[in-house]
């Protein structure tokens, strides 16, 4: 498995932005399809976005599509997610996720490692 550490979370007002970052441990992080989750206060883990390993192909959920953008820099082994257009209800424990297959890519139970989790909040 591989160890990843998210930054980059905290407070902004809606209609803000922030770039999360997920640093992987793994020399060999490009062999890994990568995605974001998000979990809110009472409510399951859901899917946010995820990017294929050449970063070529990517998907989002739909409450996210055109204000969020996922990226990923192999060379130094970070996967990050832009958000832009920040809304309270994106208020939320942000983690990243790592798996092998692209398939089933946005169930969580799908990805074999996690981050530890950066909480944003979005204020009114």
């Known amino acids: 498995q591989v160890q990843l550490v998210e930054s980059g979370g905290g407070l902004v007002q809606a209609g803000g932005s922030l770039r999360l970052s997920c640093a992987a441990s793994?020399?060999?992080?490009?062999?890994?399809?990568m995605g974001w989750f998000r979990q809110a206060p009472g409510k399951e883990r859901t899917f946010v976005a995820v990017?294929?390993?050449?970063?070529?192909?990517?998907y989002y959920a739909d409450s996210v599509k055109g204000r969020f953008t996922i990226s990923r820099d192999d060379a130094k082994n970070t996967v990050y997610l832009q958000m832009n257009s920040l809304k309270p209800e994106d208020t939320a424990v942000y983690y990243c996720?790592?798996?092998?297959?692209?398939?089933?890519?946005?169930?969580?139970?799908?990805?074999?490692?996690w981050g530890q989790g950066t909480q944003v909040t979005v204020s009114p």
């Open positions: 793994e020399r060999t992080f490009s062999s890994y399809v």
């Open positions: 990017i294929t390993w050449r970063g070529d192909i990517t």
């Open positions: 996720a790592a798996s092998r297959a692209l398939s089933g890519y946005s169930n969580y139970y799908n990805y074999g490692s």
